[in-house]
Protein backbone atom coordinates (compact mmCIF):
# COMPACT_ATOMS: atom_id res chain seq x y z
CA UNK A 1 0.00 0.00 0.00
CA UNK A 2 1.79 2.96 -1.03
CA UNK A 3 1.50 6.40 1.12
CA UNK A 4 4.44 8.91 1.83
CA UNK A 5 6.17 7.26 4.59
CA UNK A 6 6.01 3.87 2.15
CA UNK A 7 7.07 5.15 -0.63
CA UNK A 8 10.24 6.80 1.31
CA UNK A 9 11.01 3.35 3.45
CA UNK A 10 11.02 1.64 0.14
CA UNK A 11 13.37 4.13 -1.82
CA UNK A 12 15.75 4.18 0.98
CA UNK A 13 15.74 0.44 1.30
CA UNK A 14 16.42 -0.13 -2.20
CA UNK A 15 19.62 1.69 -2.22
CA UNK A 16 20.42 0.17 2.02
CA UNK A 17 20.89 3.67 3.63
CA UNK A 18 19.27 5.18 6.74
CA UNK A 19 16.39 7.72 5.92
CA UNK A 20 17.68 10.62 5.01
CA UNK A 21 17.59 14.17 5.94
CA UNK A 22 15.29 14.71 2.84
CA UNK A 23 13.64 11.30 3.81
CA UNK A 24 12.25 12.68 7.00
CA UNK A 25 11.55 16.38 5.47
CA UNK A 26 9.17 14.70 2.74
CA UNK A 27 7.29 12.86 5.70
CA UNK A 28 6.95 16.21 7.88
CA UNK A 29 5.66 17.96 4.96
CA UNK A 30 3.15 15.15 4.08
CA UNK A 31 1.81 14.69 8.32
CA UNK A 32 1.56 18.73 8.14
CA UNK A 33 -1.48 17.99 5.62
CA UNK A 34 -2.77 14.95 7.78
CA UNK A 35 -4.88 16.47 9.90
CA UNK A 36 -6.90 18.05 7.38
CA UNK A 37 -6.92 15.38 5.32
CA UNK A 38 -8.28 13.21 8.91
CA UNK A 39 -10.58 15.68 9.47
CA UNK A 40 -12.37 14.80 6.25
CA UNK A 41 -11.85 11.11 6.56
CA UNK A 42 -13.78 11.25 9.83
CA UNK A 43 -16.45 13.72 8.10
CA UNK A 44 -17.37 10.78 5.30
CA UNK A 45 -17.29 8.28 8.02
CA UNK A 46 -19.97 9.70 9.92
CA UNK A 47 -21.95 11.13 7.60
CA UNK A 48 -21.82 8.10 4.97
CA UNK A 49 -24.79 7.30 4.30
CA UNK A 50 -26.29 10.67 3.69
CA UNK A 51 -23.09 10.83 1.47
CA UNK A 52 -23.77 8.43 -0.77
CA UNK A 53 -27.50 8.41 -0.87
CA UNK A 54 -27.79 11.87 -2.00
CA UNK A 55 -25.09 10.83 -4.78
CA UNK A 56 -26.97 7.90 -5.78
CA UNK A 57 -29.96 10.18 -6.29
CA UNK A 58 -28.21 13.26 -8.43
CA UNK A 59 -27.57 10.21 -10.97
CA UNK A 60 -30.14 8.89 -11.11
CA UNK A 61 -32.09 12.30 -11.23
CA UNK A 62 -29.99 13.62 -13.83
CA UNK A 63 -30.20 10.36 -16.02
CA UNK A 64 -33.55 9.12 -15.42
CA UNK A 65 -33.54 7.24 -18.61
CA UNK A 66 -31.47 4.51 -16.63
CA UNK A 67 -34.80 3.26 -14.94
CA UNK A 68 -36.60 2.76 -18.35
CA UNK A 69 -36.85 -1.25 -19.35
CA UNK A 70 -33.37 -2.29 -21.01
CA UNK A 71 -31.29 0.51 -18.94
CA UNK A 72 -28.59 0.17 -16.63
CA UNK A 73 -31.14 0.77 -13.99
CA UNK A 74 -33.96 -1.20 -15.03
CA UNK A 75 -34.98 -2.94 -11.97
CA UNK A 76 -34.30 -2.14 -7.88
CA UNK A 77 -31.63 -4.70 -7.83
CA UNK A 78 -29.46 -2.79 -10.53
CA UNK A 79 -30.60 0.47 -8.75
CA UNK A 80 -29.06 -0.46 -5.78
CA UNK A 81 -25.63 -2.01 -7.38
CA UNK A 82 -25.29 2.09 -8.27
CA UNK A 83 -25.61 2.99 -4.81
CA UNK A 84 -23.61 0.44 -3.47
CA UNK A 85 -20.70 0.94 -5.80
CA UNK A 86 -20.90 4.92 -5.16
CA UNK A 87 -20.59 3.77 -1.15
CA UNK A 88 -17.27 1.56 -2.46
CA UNK A 89 -15.88 4.66 -4.23
CA UNK A 90 -16.50 7.01 -0.99
CA UNK A 91 -14.88 4.45 0.95
CA UNK A 92 -12.04 4.16 -1.19
CA UNK A 93 -11.82 8.12 -0.79
CA UNK A 94 -11.62 7.39 2.83
CA UNK A 95 -9.04 5.73 2.53
CA UNK A 96 -7.32 7.58 0.56
CA UNK A 97 -7.45 10.50 3.14
CA UNK A 98 -6.02 8.41 5.41
CA UNK A 99 -3.29 7.45 3.79
CA UNK A 100 -2.37 10.46 2.06
CA UNK A 101 -2.25 9.25 -1.46
CA UNK A 102 -4.00 7.63 -4.12
CA UNK A 103 -3.20 4.20 -3.46
CA UNK A 104 -6.16 2.69 -2.23
CA UNK A 105 -8.38 4.78 -5.03
CA UNK A 106 -5.70 3.32 -7.52
CA UNK A 107 -5.13 -0.15 -6.47
CA UNK A 108 -8.75 -0.88 -5.79
CA UNK A 109 -10.88 1.62 -7.97
CA UNK A 110 -9.95 2.68 -10.92
CA UNK A 111 -7.20 -0.40 -12.05
CA UNK A 112 -9.57 -2.25 -14.70
CA UNK A 113 -12.61 -0.36 -14.00
CA UNK A 114 -13.27 1.42 -17.17
CA UNK A 115 -12.66 -2.65 -18.54
CA UNK A 116 -15.48 -3.86 -16.07
CA UNK A 117 -18.18 -0.90 -16.76
CA UNK A 118 -17.59 -1.44 -20.65
CA UNK A 119 -18.09 -5.47 -20.68
CA UNK A 120 -21.07 -5.23 -18.42
CA UNK A 121 -22.43 -2.53 -20.77
CA UNK A 122 -22.86 0.31 -17.81
CA UNK A 123 -22.13 4.29 -18.85
CA UNK A 124 -19.75 5.98 -16.72
CA UNK A 125 -21.46 9.56 -17.35
CA UNK A 126 -24.17 8.79 -14.53
CA UNK A 127 -20.82 7.92 -11.43
CA UNK A 128 -19.47 11.41 -12.81
CA UNK A 129 -22.75 13.05 -12.15
CA UNK A 130 -23.57 11.12 -8.70
CA UNK A 131 -19.42 12.24 -7.68
CA UNK A 132 -20.33 15.76 -9.13
CA UNK A 133 -22.93 16.47 -6.69
CA UNK A 134 -21.04 15.28 -3.97
CA UNK A 135 -18.20 16.97 -4.75
CA UNK A 136 -19.94 20.50 -5.29
CA UNK A 137 -22.34 19.65 -2.36
CA UNK A 138 -19.42 20.01 0.06
CA UNK A 139 -19.48 23.43 1.69
CA UNK A 140 -16.87 24.91 4.21
CA UNK A 141 -17.07 25.67 7.29
CA UNK A 142 -20.54 24.11 7.21
CA UNK A 143 -19.76 20.32 6.59
CA UNK A 144 -15.81 20.38 7.19
CA UNK A 145 -13.34 23.26 7.56
CA UNK A 146 -11.46 24.98 4.14
CA UNK A 147 -8.17 23.03 3.94
CA UNK A 148 -10.12 19.11 4.62
CA UNK A 149 -12.88 20.31 2.00
CA UNK A 150 -9.60 21.02 -0.38
CA UNK A 151 -8.60 17.53 0.19
CA UNK A 152 -11.78 16.02 0.12
CA UNK A 153 -12.74 17.87 -3.47
CA UNK A 154 -9.36 16.56 -4.81
CA UNK A 155 -9.69 12.72 -4.42
CA UNK A 156 -13.51 13.41 -5.71
CA UNK A 157 -12.09 14.59 -8.62
CA UNK A 158 -9.47 12.03 -9.16
CA UNK A 159 -12.51 9.79 -9.51
CA UNK A 160 -14.56 11.83 -11.74
CA UNK A 161 -11.02 12.29 -14.21
CA UNK A 162 -10.47 8.69 -13.87
CA UNK A 163 -14.00 7.61 -14.76
CA UNK A 164 -14.63 10.62 -17.90
CA UNK B 1 4.52 -3.18 3.52
CA UNK B 2 2.44 -0.82 5.78
CA UNK B 3 2.71 2.21 7.81
CA UNK B 4 0.37 3.02 10.38
CA UNK B 5 -2.04 4.94 8.33
CA UNK B 6 -2.11 1.62 5.61
CA UNK B 7 -2.30 -0.77 8.35
CA UNK B 8 -5.98 1.05 8.94
CA UNK B 9 -6.57 1.02 5.76
CA UNK B 10 -5.90 -2.57 5.00
CA UNK B 11 -7.69 -3.68 8.34
CA UNK B 12 -11.17 -1.36 7.65
CA UNK B 13 -11.10 -3.05 3.94
CA UNK B 14 -10.91 -6.63 5.29
CA UNK B 15 -14.39 -5.58 6.83
CA UNK B 16 -15.54 -3.04 3.93
CA UNK B 17 -16.14 -0.30 6.33
CA UNK B 18 -14.94 3.03 6.47
CA UNK B 19 -12.13 4.03 8.96
CA UNK B 20 -13.31 3.91 12.30
CA UNK B 21 -13.45 7.12 14.63
CA UNK B 22 -11.36 5.37 16.87
CA UNK B 23 -9.11 4.47 14.15
CA UNK B 24 -9.03 7.89 13.37
CA UNK B 25 -8.10 9.22 16.74
CA UNK B 26 -5.03 6.65 16.99
CA UNK B 27 -3.76 8.21 13.63
CA UNK B 28 -4.75 11.83 14.97
CA UNK B 29 -2.32 10.46 18.17
CA UNK B 30 0.40 9.35 15.37
CA UNK B 31 0.16 12.53 13.75
CA UNK B 32 0.49 14.91 17.05
CA UNK B 33 3.51 12.92 18.17
CA UNK B 34 5.35 13.05 14.66
CA UNK B 35 7.63 15.20 15.62
CA UNK B 36 8.81 13.30 17.97
CA UNK B 37 9.25 9.92 15.94
CA UNK B 38 10.97 12.23 13.38
CA UNK B 39 13.31 13.86 16.25
CA UNK B 40 13.81 9.47 17.55
CA UNK B 41 14.21 8.56 13.68
CA UNK B 42 16.92 11.56 13.27
CA UNK B 43 18.62 10.16 16.34
CA UNK B 44 19.10 6.67 15.32
CA UNK B 45 20.54 7.41 11.88
CA UNK B 46 22.80 10.42 13.11
CA UNK B 47 24.22 7.48 15.47
CA UNK B 48 24.16 4.84 13.87
CA UNK B 49 27.72 4.10 13.65
CA UNK B 50 28.28 4.69 17.26
CA UNK B 51 25.48 2.56 18.01
CA UNK B 52 26.17 -0.35 15.97
CA UNK B 53 29.86 -0.53 16.99
CA UNK B 54 29.53 0.28 20.55
CA UNK B 55 27.12 -2.79 20.57
CA UNK B 56 29.06 -5.00 18.48
CA UNK B 57 32.19 -3.79 20.89
CA UNK B 58 30.47 -4.82 24.31
CA UNK B 59 29.18 -8.33 22.61
CA UNK B 60 32.94 -8.93 22.33
CA UNK B 61 34.12 -7.22 25.44
CA UNK B 62 31.91 -9.53 27.43
CA UNK B 63 32.65 -12.63 25.50
CA UNK B 64 36.57 -12.34 24.08
CA UNK B 65 36.99 -15.88 22.64
CA UNK B 66 34.91 -14.78 19.22
CA UNK B 67 37.89 -12.64 18.61
CA UNK B 68 40.36 -15.25 19.44
CA UNK B 69 41.00 -17.81 16.27
CA UNK B 70 37.78 -20.15 15.98
CA UNK B 71 35.83 -17.49 17.61
CA UNK B 72 32.39 -16.20 15.08
CA UNK B 73 34.35 -12.59 15.01
CA UNK B 74 37.91 -13.93 14.27
CA UNK B 75 38.97 -12.41 11.20
CA UNK B 76 38.61 -9.07 10.11
CA UNK B 77 36.35 -10.48 7.70
CA UNK B 78 33.61 -11.95 9.99
CA UNK B 79 33.81 -8.95 12.44
CA UNK B 80 32.89 -6.75 9.26
CA UNK B 81 30.26 -8.91 8.47
CA UNK B 82 29.01 -8.91 12.45
CA UNK B 83 29.30 -4.76 12.42
CA UNK B 84 27.09 -4.85 8.98
CA UNK B 85 24.25 -6.79 10.33
CA UNK B 86 24.47 -4.83 13.41
CA UNK B 87 24.01 -1.80 10.90
CA UNK B 88 21.02 -3.64 8.82
CA UNK B 89 19.00 -4.38 11.97
CA UNK B 90 19.54 -1.22 13.23
CA UNK B 91 18.36 0.08 9.86
CA UNK B 92 15.18 -1.91 9.69
CA UNK B 93 14.52 -0.71 13.31
CA UNK B 94 14.62 2.93 12.25
CA UNK B 95 11.99 2.53 9.04
CA UNK B 96 9.70 0.43 11.31
CA UNK B 97 10.16 3.40 13.86
CA UNK B 98 9.21 5.43 10.87
CA UNK B 99 6.15 3.62 9.45
CA UNK B 100 4.87 3.45 12.90
CA UNK B 101 4.30 -0.23 11.60
CA UNK B 102 6.46 -3.46 12.47
CA UNK B 103 5.25 -5.11 9.21
CA UNK B 104 8.74 -4.02 6.84
CA UNK B 105 11.18 -4.92 9.77
CA UNK B 106 9.24 -8.40 10.15
CA UNK B 107 8.79 -9.05 6.20
CA UNK B 108 11.88 -7.55 5.09
CA UNK B 109 14.32 -8.12 8.04
CA UNK B 110 13.58 -10.96 10.51
CA UNK B 111 11.68 -13.08 8.45
CA UNK B 112 13.70 -16.18 7.82
CA UNK B 113 17.02 -14.19 9.71
CA UNK B 114 17.35 -16.79 12.10
CA UNK B 115 17.44 -19.67 9.74
CA UNK B 116 19.61 -18.27 8.19
CA UNK B 117 22.12 -17.10 11.06
CA UNK B 118 21.61 -21.10 12.43
CA UNK B 119 22.94 -22.26 8.75
CA UNK B 120 25.68 -19.67 8.88
CA UNK B 121 26.85 -20.99 12.40
CA UNK B 122 26.40 -17.54 13.98
CA UNK B 123 25.53 -17.50 17.45
CA UNK B 124 22.13 -16.43 18.47
CA UNK B 125 22.94 -15.31 22.10
CA UNK B 126 25.83 -12.83 20.73
CA UNK B 127 23.90 -11.57 18.08
CA UNK B 128 20.62 -11.26 20.37
CA UNK B 129 22.94 -10.07 23.05
CA UNK B 130 24.36 -7.76 20.25
CA UNK B 131 21.01 -6.29 19.92
CA UNK B 132 20.14 -5.80 23.19
CA UNK B 133 22.98 -3.26 23.43
CA UNK B 134 21.52 -1.74 20.67
CA UNK B 135 18.15 -0.88 22.58
CA UNK B 136 19.93 0.29 25.35
CA UNK B 137 21.63 2.23 23.49
CA UNK B 138 19.12 3.90 21.07
CA UNK B 139 16.95 4.54 24.35
CA UNK B 140 19.73 6.39 25.39
CA UNK B 141 20.29 8.49 22.23
CA UNK B 142 16.19 8.77 21.86
CA UNK B 143 15.77 9.99 25.43
CA UNK B 144 19.08 12.12 25.36
CA UNK B 145 19.64 10.29 29.21
CA UNK B 146 23.41 9.85 27.35
CA UNK B 147 25.65 11.98 29.35
CA UNK B 148 29.50 12.90 28.88
CA UNK B 149 29.53 11.89 32.47
CA UNK B 150 28.65 8.44 31.60
CA UNK B 151 31.02 8.47 28.24
CA UNK B 152 34.15 9.92 30.32
CA UNK B 153 33.76 7.46 32.87
CA UNK B 154 34.29 3.99 30.56
CA UNK B 155 36.84 5.52 28.12
CA UNK B 156 38.36 8.65 26.65
CA UNK B 157 37.88 6.96 23.00
CA UNK B 158 33.98 6.97 23.04
CA UNK B 159 34.26 10.70 24.41
CA UNK B 160 34.76 11.63 20.93
CA UNK B 161 31.75 9.83 19.62
CA UNK B 162 29.29 11.64 22.49
CA UNK B 163 26.81 13.50 20.26
CA UNK B 164 23.90 14.94 21.89
CA UNK B 165 21.03 15.83 19.63
CA UNK B 166 20.17 19.06 20.87
CA UNK B 167 16.15 18.23 20.79
CA UNK B 168 13.78 20.01 22.61
CA UNK B 169 12.92 18.68 25.61
CA UNK B 170 9.56 17.08 25.60
CA UNK B 171 7.56 13.67 26.49
CA UNK B 172 9.42 10.82 24.42
CA UNK B 173 7.87 7.88 26.60
CA UNK B 174 5.73 6.43 23.83
CA UNK B 175 7.64 6.70 21.03
CA UNK B 176 10.72 5.52 23.02
CA UNK B 177 8.73 2.45 24.11
CA UNK B 178 7.76 2.13 20.84
CA UNK B 179 11.09 1.75 19.60
CA UNK B 180 12.08 -0.62 22.51
CA UNK B 181 9.56 -2.67 21.17
CA UNK B 182 10.86 -3.08 17.53
CA UNK B 183 14.26 -3.50 19.66
CA UNK B 184 12.41 -7.14 21.21
CA UNK B 185 11.05 -8.04 18.37
CA UNK B 186 14.62 -8.56 16.93
CA UNK B 187 15.16 -10.19 19.90
CA UNK B 188 12.73 -12.38 20.31
CA UNK B 189 13.09 -13.48 16.26
CA UNK B 190 16.67 -14.70 16.61
CA UNK B 191 15.64 -16.89 20.39
Known amino acids: ?164 | MLDAFSRAVVSADAKTACIGSGEIAALKQYIAKANTRLDAVNALTSNANCIVSDAVAGMICENTGLIQAGGNCYPNRRMAACLRDGEIILRYVAYALLAGDASVLDDRCLNGLRETYVALGVPLTSQSRAVAIMKTSSMAHINETNTEAQVAASNAMLQQRYNKMETIQGDCSMVSAEAASYFDRVISALS
Not at chain 1, 62 to 78: F, H, W
Not at chain 1, 126 to 134: D, E, G, H, L, R
Open chain 1, 1 to 164: MKSVVTTVVTSADASGRMPSQSDLESVQGSIQRAQARLEAADKITSGFDAIVREAGDACFSKYPYLRQAGEAGDNQGKVDKCYRDVGHYMRLINYCLVVGGTGPLDEWGIAGAREVYRTLNIPTAPYVAAFAQARDRGCAPRDMSAEALKEYKALLSYVIESLS
